[in-house]
């Protein structure tokens, strides 16, 4: 996959809440030496534990490849994100508060480093590489654990100062009451899995397993995978009355079960809309390492915006 | 008020359901000659017999001032409105279908013509010169018998073509019931005075009167009144947890409720947030000249593109 990298290769991390990813962007976008570890906790000194994870790996790429492979690094990190000011804010798994990494990173390692924030990063590779490259007005929503989502307008991300995109803490109507809900309380694949154990008792291995119910009829796994299906489109639904969205991305775990959730979704959505327009639903395209693709294109822009400067 | 308008006047026309304003808009920013006739309603024609009175108007403005004192139109319209290409895409009230004013209106007017939506341009005028105007991420939300909103982000008002706004069309928790209904419908002054005579079987004169007896205590009225602020809240959190929003600003008719709209508004978006950035809650600044300012605004944008051109 063309990056557009002309001239220079870019060490990119993507730090989740439970894994981190890393990798070399090389200059013709080839991804090399991809590597998982387990994110570092440290309640006591959280963005610390963190930062000096990257400073080892960083340390250990340098030493495999040779100078020059790579001349910027990037970061991006879950959580509320001041990507101007390249600062953690909050992360309520990973526990920091207003950690500047941005800064921080570039006094260690003595190289451009990018900071930005995981689901805006992994929305702004679909936009610019993946399924929602001819669209200006889309959502790249990331459906796992929990729920987020990168919005565009125009073709720009909203940032918001590190506040938009939180639809997963947006309201639903509750399935099972009166009231509302969070989304992500019905619609993540976290939620999915946790309902289904929580009506029927029964233990099962995540919200795949939940659809594999469904799909031989059983009654309590449709109700639970529907209950989600509508939320989502209710949500969806929102964003396209406000925005006038013309796409929607859906990334993140629950992704994987393709059609059986795009197909529903669409007709969801369909039936809730009235004169507004109708968006396209589609996978993502760069599945897992959409975060990492995004923080290495964060970092060839520093890069850019060093050399220019 | 200043609006900038350092070197040339322009005429403003604010074409709604009912009425259209009209008034010169001076090089000072002063109004001047500030009309308001019955909007022309033809089935057959309507795009053509709203054009036919701007046409009208536009000769006695002509003949009214001395040459020069304005020279480029602005023109508003309600509905779906294509600004890129200065069409009258859908109006349900008046009609049309793909009309397409500017290009009709520069043609028999003979100076340029800025067109656009009624509902973009007051919030347009409310970020230049109102109550928005110390905020990048607003939603300035006009309540009237219908809802819309003018979004902006960044500063940049978000378009999508004509789509967006559109949120007295996204949808609500149904007070009366389990299932979801349009914000529009419960939280408009239309609304508020409908749903009250639906309920009391009582005769009001508007959403002003069904406040009134709120206040008195009257219990039916309080419920109405509540209803619709929760609707009016659960659509900004909804607008908030997407997009970040920093600043709502209320216009309309219901604007004129004041504090006994705005306070417990706020207080119920507060309880509904979590994590989430609370947006500044006001009324709008401009009043019901607002769309006639954003109208100018736009005509004196029109006429930089032309000279510069």
Avoid at 37 to 42: G, M, Q, S, V
Wanted: glycine letters at 12%; proline letters at 4%; aromatic letters at 6%.
């Amino acid at each position: 996959m063309a990056l557009g990298f002309a001239d220079a290769g870019v060490l990119a991390f993507d730090v989740g809440g439970t894994d981190m990813k890393s990798g070399v962007v090389t200059a013709d976008g080839t991804v090399l030496a991809l590597q998982r570890h387990k994110t570092p906790l440290d309640p006591q000194r959280p963005g610390e534990a963190i930062l000096e994870r990257i400073e080892q790996l960083y340390g250990e790429y340098s030493h495999q490849f040779p100078a020059g492979t790579f001349e910027a690094v990037g970061i991006t990190v879950p959580g509320l994100v001041d990507e101007v000011h390249g600062v953690g804010i909050y992360s309520a798994n990973l526990g920091w508060r207003d950690f500047p990494f941005r800064d921080l990173a570039e006094q260690r390692l003595g190289i451009p480093v990018a900071f930005g924030h995981d689901v805006a990063s992994a929305g702004s590779a679909e936009m610019e590489l993946g399924a929602a490259r001819e669209f200006q007005d889309a959502m790249v929503m990331v459906v796992g654990t929990g729920i987020a989502a990168a919005i565009f307008t125009s073709g720009r991300p909203v940032t918001a100062g590190g506040f938009a995109g939180e639809i997963g803490h947006a309201m639903v109507p509750d399935p099972d009451g009166q009231g509302s809900v969070i989304l992500e309380s019905v619609g993540s694949a976290g939620a999915i899995a946790k309902r289904y154990r929580r009506i029927t008792g029964t233990e099962v291995d995540g919200a795949r397993e939940v659809l594999e119910r469904a799909m031989t009829g059983e009654p309590e796994a449709l109700k639970v995978w529907n209950q989600a299906v509508e939320a989502l489109a209710f949500s969806i639904c929102q964003c396209v009355s406000i925005l006038g969205t013309e796409a929607v991305v859906i990334g993140g775990g629950l992704s994987a079960a393709g059609e059986a959730l795009l197909e529903p979704l669409r007709s969801a959505v369909d039936d809730a809309l009235d004169f507004q327009r109708r968006p396209v639903i589609r996978a993502a395209a760069l599945g897992q390492d959409a975060g990492m693709l995004g923080s290495a294109l964060k970092a060839r822009a520093r890069l850019l915006e060093v050399k220019l400067s």
